[in-house]
């Protein structure tokens, strides 16, 4: 690297040892290209989403479930009660 040439210690080159335009590479070629990794961003942040959702919705029918169950045991026990206080 030149920079590494003009500055051996290492330290962070100075401005004016900087380039300050954008300089194309010749001849490289990209990996992939930003429509694709655009799309596939989306596309995991929604399979993350549904899931998130789905989660969610699993967890919140046991939570009505466990209460119906609780609603259920305490109009036995006030019925329990009531039956009692008439004997």
Known sequence: MKSDQENPS???????G???TFQAVQGGQEHYSGETLLVSAYA???ALLLLWV??????????????????????????????????
Do not use: H, M, Y
Request: zero cysteines; aromatic letters at 8%; hydrophobic letters at 45%.
């Open 44 to 46: 995991v942040l929604w």
């Open 10 to 16: 290492g330290a962070t080159p100075t401005a004016d």
């Open 54 to 87: 789905a989660f969610i919705w699993r967890k919140q029918g046991e939570t009505n479930a466990r209460l119906f169950d609780l609603e259920r045991v305490l109009d036995k026990a006030a019925a329990d009660k009531a039956a009692a206080r008439k004997t």
């Open 18 to 20: 900087r380039a300050t």
